[in-house]
Nanobody, 126 residues
Framework: VQLQASGGGLVQAGGSLSLSCTASGRPFSGYGMGWFRQAPGKDREFVAVIMWNGGRTYFADSVNGRFTMSRGVGKNTVYLQMNKLSAEDTAVYYC????????????????????WGQGTQVTVSS
């Protein structure tokens, strides 16, 4: 499974940006796809995840209420809509997917994801 993320860029504080991630290769059979981010000098942190079966979403407290996540119908694509962006959201955003092995349910730790995209830069100017 290869993950291709796109949609990053530069936006002013208070603005919006949308990221997308498409899984290719063999059919995706994991429990969910999500996003992590890493700001300069900081650890990688969980942002959001969408469960492939049912579409339920989970968000980090720092983005809850500002970010939404959805998936394409019939496609291995997920979207992250980011609203009310602030400088604290500046980071490289990584698309992730799990393998579908082990217990089901949302995963919030980077070590629980096997597949990672190449990362896309999001810069919010204040």
């Amino acid at each position: 499974v290869q993950l291709q993320a796109s949609g990053g860029g530069l936006v002013q504080a208070g603005g919006s940006l949308s990221l997308s991630c498409t899984a290719s290769g063999r059919p995706f059979s994991g429990y969910g796809m999500g996003w992590f981010r890493q700001a300069p000098g900081k650890d990688r942190e969980f942002v959001a995840v969408i469960m492939w079966n049912g579409g339920r979403t989970y968000f980090a407290d720092s983005v809850n209420g500002r970010f939404t996540m959805s998936r394409g119908v019939g496609k291995n694509t997920v979207y992250l809509q980011m609203n009310k962006l602030s400088a604290e959201d500046t980071a490289v955003y990584y698309c992730v997917a799990d393998t579908g092995m082990g217990a089901g349910g949302p995963r919030f730790k980077s070590s629980e994801y096997y597949y990672w995209g190449q990362g896309t830069q999001v810069t919010v100017s204040s």
